[in-house]
């Protein structure tokens, strides 16, 4: 109890994130974003369409824990 009240259990580091860790996060999320955006209203999508589309991709990335690793794919790391 006393762990959930002073905030120590094990969640805490995964809460706790640096300036560059955030920023990062950031950035992968902004060119993912940004060229399935391109693409789509290349191909004639509505802008709210789109909108909705990269929010549902970034939201299954993160659930299925896949979006790092699209990262990486992509600076060849």
């Known amino acids: 109890m006393e762990e959930g009240y002073n905030n120590l259990g094990e969640g805490r580091n995964q809460r706790v994130q640096t300036i560059r860790e955030v920023a990062n996060a950031y950035l992968e999320a902004y060119k993912l974003r ?25 939201r299954f990335l993160d659930d299925v824990g896949m979006r790092s690793e699209h990262a990486c794919e992509e600076n060849g790391s």
Do not use: P
Not at 43 to 50: R, S
């Open 34 to 58: 940004h060229r399935v955006q391109v693409a789509r209203l290349k191909e004639g999508a509505a802008g709210k369409t789109v909108n909705e589309e990269v929010g549902f991709l970034l």
